[in-house]
């Protein structure tokens, strides 16, 4: 197989199928890459794109929040192929698919220039379809604890996602659809906030 061919499939499939393509063991293939000054890893990295530091320092995070949200398939890298998960690697698609999907919900991230706009939109996306349900409560005027009595006792619609330290986030036009047979949870606040939003737009 040629040796160019070979480098460019880093990251896209295991190194082990490629090691055996070139009838070589891991452990020799390994070693033929380091006779070149080269590393499966860091060539893995590099054909597939951003690796797990570019995308902490592009969205302001540190290294373990990228992991924890690669680990909970928030952001899912397309090479994912690196002998180490400290190798994985994500494309600039990845990161985008990420942002409109979670990433917009996350006010810990603090994006690059680069990435600036695409997060502020994405922001604005998700922000108008979902709300949060510590907000739900306050501008319901009750603890946060009564969710789970409104769900289990008042059909209140369950949370459409569940992002853990980050919250729960409930769909905005479910509270809406709930809240016209329970009109009488819709203080001003809420009807402000969640219900004349919707004529609004």
Known sequence: MN????????GTKPVRTIAAAAG?????YRHRLWRMGLSA??????????????????????????YRWTE???L???YGYALTAKRRSYSADDVSAFLATVGGLIDAITPLPIWREEYAAAQAALRARF??????????????????WLRRKHGFPAPALRLG?????????????WLSTHPQYATRQLRQEVIEQESSQ
């Open 3 to 10: 040796r160019d061919r070979e480098l460019l499939q880093l």
């Open 24 to 28: 070589l063991t891991l452990a020799g």
């Open 41 to 66: 890893d860091r060539e893995a990295t590099r054909q597939g794109g951003m690796s797990v530091k570019d995308v902490a320092q592009a969205l302001g995070v540190n290294l373990s929040t990228v």
């Open 72 to 74: 909970r398939k928030w």
């Open 76 to 78: 899912r890298p397309t």
């Open 131 to 148: 709300i949060r349900g510590d907000r739900l409560m306050q501008l319901m005027l009750r603890p946060a604890q009564q969710l789970a």
């Open 165 to 177: 330290a980050y919250g729960d986030y409930y769909e905005r036009s479910a509270v809406r659809e």
